[in-house]
């Protein structure tokens, strides 16, 4: 039997969601209490327990002047012993259909491995976002702006989710064709970025600010998501380098890069079902749930 989520379900859910993907218990514990709505989560249940679920969560696109609500199908999985039974396309399926019932636009997923994208084609589901991801190596800029004499830039480290909303808000990941995300969503993202050791670096420069969110991981530095341009890269890169270890830097969907550079290095991300025909035109998708 499919269903919506009610509160009481929320250990069974947080539990099939640890046994599924492993996830650590701080993130549950964040998701369930911030983002958690029972009339966004679907269910299979059979002998009294939950074989399956999945969360929508609510994002937008704004297309040719025209706001389209956009649900997102996260976290779908099935225990071990109940796969092999088709309980993941019924309740895709079922979400589709709520989706649909709800006035959404259409609803896209992230498929968790290569393999899946030909399974949710054959659902509907289209690729049409697709990721692009470049790593520069320190070692090979050999000149770059020093930061003790940063003259008219200006590099700082800030936790303001206020500022860092500000600029979002006003950047280009918010503008038409990009995937956007609620103030709740991106608060929701800077806490489990701080949370997990990672910061968000500032950098002021001809009287703009360019944000970069990032984490440390070995000696790579990951950026999940900058505003910097190429105009800006080089003083991004000498912060990078002041970095005690870092050797270099992995980009998620950079905008300081050439249009010919980002398409070589792109590769299929998302894919969406549309209830109603959005001209999507490369359409940007980033900083969703994952």
Known sequence: MIRLAEEKDIPELKTLWRDVFQEEEAYLDAFFEKLFKGENALLYEEDGRIAAALHMVPYSMIVDEVEHPLLYLYAIGTLPEYRGKGYAGEITREALRVAEDRGYSAAFLVPAEESLFLWYERMGF?????????????KDYLSLPSLVSEGTWKAFKTSNPQELWDLYRTGPYYQDNWVRL????????????????????????KGRKH?????????????????IGREELPFFLAMAKAEPGVRSVLFHQPLSFVEGEIKDQSAPFAMIFQFKEVPLNEPGINRVLM
């Open 126 to 138: 289209e690729t049409v976002f697709y990721k692009t991801t470049i790593r520069l190596e320190i």
């Open 182 to 205: 609620t103030r709740e969503q991106n608060d929701f993202f800077l806490e489990e970025l701080f949370r997990t050791g990672g910061e968000a670096w500032m950098l002021e420069w």
């Open 211 to 227: 944000y970069s969110l990032l984490q440390k991981e070995g000696d790579n530095l990951v950026v999940y998501e900058s505003t």
